[in-house]
Nanobody
Framework: QVQLVESGGGLVQAGGSLRLSCAVS????????MGWFRQAPGKERESVAA????????YYRPSVKGRFTISRDNAKNTVFLQMNSLKPEDTAVYYC?????????????????WGQGTQVTVSS
């Protein structure tokens, strides 16, 4: 059984930083493309960042590029999302997702496994 467990969410003031972690078990992590998505109240889920199996290829949605960094540690079966210069509009539940293939994707339906989500709230 594949499990993804996110951690690191919380409440932070605008301009602050948070680091999200996602621990993966139950499948070969190093062969999985990984992604972070978010969903704000009343809005659709959207892609935030993605990374391929080796960490050599990444994707960022334009609104977070330069502020967020996705990375992975295949030895620890963990993917990270470092979020700096946070803005109130970054407030959402953040989800970690894993693909059944090694490449990355910004499309949610291309991910097979999902975590339960972690709340990020940015106050103004």
């Amino acid at each position: 059984q594949v499990q993804l467990v996110e951690s690191g969410g919380g409440l932070v003031q605008a301009g602050g930083s948070l680091r999200l972690s996602c621990a993966v078990s139950g499948r070969t992590f190093s062969s999985s493309g990984m992604g972070w998505f978010r969903q704000a109240p009343g809005k659709e889920r959207e892609s935030v960042a993605a990374i391929n199996w080796s960490g050599g290829v990444t994707y960022y949605r334009p609104s977070v590029k330069g502020r967020f960094t996705i990375s992975r540690d295949n030895a620890k079966n963990t993917v990270f999302l470092q979020m700096n210069s946070l803005k109130p509009e970054d407030t959402a539940v953040y989800y970690c997702a894993a693909r059944a293939t090694a490449t990355m994707s910004s499309v949610s339906y291309e991910y097979s496994y999902w975590g339960q989500g972690t709340q990020v709230t940015v106050s103004s």
